[in-house]
């Protein structure tokens, strides 16, 4: 098992630029987040989702959109970088939420 | 909301004991979780207490005090590479969403000198 995958490791955007953030599991989980990881501030939680076709928003929302079509996938899309979403992201996900999360190695990503 | 307290720093020698704690104040406690995390690396799940109590996994324990909102990591025979941050996390049941949401606090910085 290849646990949760996330892509790309880096990446560098302009500011106003689109991406996409991948995230993959391949644990059968039903839960899946997204939080995004600053100095001093910890992990917050930006959306997550208790199965496909079934999202929610976190604690920092604003600036980003998920969609959860199938259980493997949980991707996250930045639809106009700012410098502000400069931070290390992590998907992490749960078989039910009950139990702990396994999180993926991150995407550093640096908007300039 | 959630409010969730570690110290943000703690220094201690190889070999010795070293005590993390963690306080938090929530609605809806359904759990609380360790994680390590070594620098530029993922959060790796330590440990997990739902019930008031010590939970005790080779050299690391959790201990658990619902009614003060107070948990613990201990961390004995210290190694050097037990330098990481460790963070207390709170599960909260959303109950109108009918979900679980893990709340991190910022995570405390161990350094282990020789």
């Known amino acids: 098992n290849a646990g949760v995958t996330q892509t790309p490791k880096f990446q560098v955007l302009k500011t106003g630029q689109s991406m996409t953030l991948q995230c993959a599991q391949d644990m059968n989980h039903e839960y899946m987040s997204w939080y995004r990881q600053d100095p001093g501030m910890g992990l917050r939680l930006i959306h997550y989702?208790?199965?496909?076709?079934?999202?929610d928003q976190g604690e920092v929302p604003n600036g980003y959109n998920v969609s959860r079509s199938t259980t493997e996938d949980f991707p996250l899309r930045l639809l106009s970088a700012a410098p502000s979403q400069t931070s290390v992201y992590f998907c992490?996900?749960?078989?039910?939420?009950?139990?702990?999360?396994?999180f993926g190695s991150g995407t550093r990503l640096t908007v300039v | 909301g959630q409010n969730i307290d570690q110290p943000t720093e703690m220094t201690a020698t190889e070999g010795a004991i070293v005590q993390i704690n963690c306080t938090y104040q929530t609605s809806g406690f359904n759990g609380l979780f360790w994680y390590q995390q070594h620098a530029g690396e993922a959060p790796t799940f330590l440990s997990y207490?739902?019930?008031?109590g010590l939970e005790e996994k080779g050299r690391f324990s959790s201990f658990l005090s619902r009614s003060k909102g107070y948990s613990y990591l201990l961390l004995k025979e210290l190694q050097m590479k037990d330098s990481a941050s460790y963070l207390c996390a709170v599960r909260d049941l959303n109950s109108g969403a009918g979900s679980y949401q893990l709340t991190f606090g910022k995570g405390t910085k161990l350094s282990v000198i020789p």
């Open positions: 207490n739902v019930l008031d």
């Open positions: 989702s208790v199965g496909a076709g079934i999202t």
């Open positions: 992490a996900s749960s078989k039910t939420g009950f139990y702990g999360y396994t």
